[in-house]
Structure formats: structure tokens, C-alpha cells
């Protein structure tokens, strides 16, 4: 069984840092791209960094310049440090394999080429003053 779960969310003030952590299970995780998304209620859930199995990251342009993808093939983990945290970063963030920019929601089932996977339960961020 396929499972993420994810830590380190929580309240933080405009500015602020936050470090998310994601542990994943169920799969080849050294030879699988790994992603986070974020999820505002009654959104989409978008894909905001990518990083692939040979270490390159990528961003979306909302969030360049002050979060940073990270892995560690040996614990099966990736990490998002988030920096100078904006009131817009509020969501629920998810990690899970890339498939989609913006899927409709981070819950339930997803299909990647590895198979079924089951979405965790994500980590809530909050960030307001």
C-alpha cells in the first residue's frame, strides 16, 4: 500500500519559516520524481515543486525564490523549507509523485505510472498576522 504522510505545518506570521517533511511508503521512492501540492478549500490542488529522482528541482513561479525541495533517498522523505511565508501560502500542502499541475483534489485515489496511490492526509499552513 502506497501512503505519505506529512508533517511540520502549522501558524506562522508573514515572513516566517516553516520546514514541511514527507515520508513515503509503498514504492520505489529513489526511483520516482516527487512533488508537493497545496490545496485551498474548494480548489484545485495545484503543483507547486517538483523534485526528480536525479535531484533537479523545479518551481512554480508562486513560490520560486523562497521554498526549497528536498529529498533523502535513504529514509524515503522530501522536505519543502518555506521562507518568507505570504498570507497566500495559506492551503493544505500534500506530497505525492507528480501527475498534474492542478488536479482536482488531493484526496482519494490517483493513477501514476507506478499505479494506484492514495493521497495523504497533508499538513495545514497557516500564515496571517
Known amino acids: 500500500e502506497v501512503q505519505f504522510l506529512e508533517s511540520g505545518g502549522g501558524s506562522e506570521q508573514p515572513g516566517g519559516s516553516l520546514r514541511l517533511s514527507c515520508t513515503a511508503s509503498?514504492?520505489?521512492?529513489?526511483?520516482?520524481?516527487m512533488g508537493w501540492y497545496r490545496q485551498l478549500p474548494g480548489l484545485p490542488c495545484n503543483l507547486i515543486s517538483i523534485i526528480e529522482r536525479g535531484g533537479r528541482a523545479s518551481y512554480d513561479d508562486s513560490v520560486k525564490g523562497r521554498f526549497t525541495i528536498s529529498r533523502d533517498d535513504a529514509k524515503n522523505m522530501v522536505y519543502l523549507q518555506m521562507n518568507n511565508l505570504k498570507p497566500e501560502d495559506t492551503a493544505v500542502y500534500h506530497c505525492?509523485?507528480?501527475?498534474?499541475?492542478?488536479?482536482?483534489?488531493?484526496?482519494?485515489?490517483?493513477?501514476?505510472?507506478?499505479?494506484?496511490?492514495?493521497w495523504g492526509q497533508g499538513t495545514q499552513v497557516t500564515v496571517s498576522s
Open positions: 509503498g514504492f520505489t521512492f529513489g526511483g520516482s520524481d
Open positions: 505525492a509523485t507528480p501527475h498534474g499541475g492542478r488536479v482536482p483534489s488531493c484526496s482519494g485515489d490517483y493513477y501514476d505510472d507506478g499505479g494506484r496511490k492514495s
